[in-house]
């Protein structure tokens, strides 16, 4: 298996701008997983789905932000208009059905974004 | 809410040396702990996990502890190596809910 696949590795962008980040789970896991990595705060949960079902989503900073899951191999996450804040590094991240799922958090490498 | 802190921020030994990282966790649900290791400009990865059935486990050079009477949980690293040097987690979740992750710990290993 390739492993969580994440698109684009690196974006710069421009504020305002909208910019879209993209997921691929490791086939087979029905969680996935929307984090985002900064200095200042680590790595905040933003969102998480359970069988393509979105199922909290307190850690998403506000309504810029939006994140779906059309089907079980692909999640996108949104941030639209886009701020300098908003720069950081978006890890997605998958894990196994709850039946045997050993816990463990699979990361893709990560996509990151860069508002100027 | 869910909280997890971690000390120290940061932490600087000796090759050869032991490290230990210590975090705190508020959900008394929580059962399940996991360390991850996260290199520069990469993906964190697993290095070893608890549950909170068992109070410590080893592997190899690292070991986990678990107090879930005071709700704390370290990670032992011995006989540290430079490659050991990289970012580490914590972190802590109740039964099928969602990870909370530690602020990390940078780790340097000087040779």
């Known amino acids: 298996d390739a492993g969580v696949i994440q698109s684009p590795r690196h974006e710069v962008t421009e504020m305002g701008q909208e910019v879209t980040l993209r997921c691929k789970p490791i086939s087979g896991h029905n969680s996935l997983f929307w984090y985002r990595q900064t200095m200042m705060r680590g790595l905040e949960l933003l969102i998480y789905?359970?069988?393509?079902?979105?199922?909290?989503d307190s850690g998403m900073p506000e309504d810029r932000f939006s994140a779906k899951m059309p089907n079980a191999s692909f999640s996108t996450l949104k941030i639209q208009p886009s701020e300098p804040r908003d720069s950081a590094v978006y890890f997605c991240a998958s894990s196994l059905p709850a039946g045997i799922n050993t816990g463990e958090l699979f990361f893709g490498e990560g996509s990151r974004l860069t508002v100027l | 809410g869910e909280n997890v802190e971690q000390h120290p921020s940061t932490l600087s030994v000796q090759e050869g040396d032991s490290a230990v990282i210590k975090c705190t966790y508020s959900?008394?649900?929580?059962?399940?702990f996991p360390w991850y290791k996260q290199e520069l400009g990469k993906r964190p990865q697993l290095i070893i996990d608890?549950?909170?059935?068992?109070g410590e486990k080893k592997d190899q050079r690292i070991a986990v502890t678990l107090n879930k009477t005071a709700k704390h949980f370290s990670l032992h690293i011995t006989e540290t190596q430079p490659e050991d040097s990289a970012v580490y987690f914590c972190?802590?979740?109740?039964?099928?809910?969602?990870?909370?992750f530690g602020q990390g710990t940078e780790l340097s290993v000087k040779p």
């Open positions: 789905f359970n069988n393509n079902v979105p199922i909290d």
């Open positions: 608890i549950r909170s059935n068992v």
């Open positions: 959900d008394s649900a929580s059962n399940y």
């Open positions: 972190a802590a979740s109740r039964p099928g809910g969602k990870l909370i």
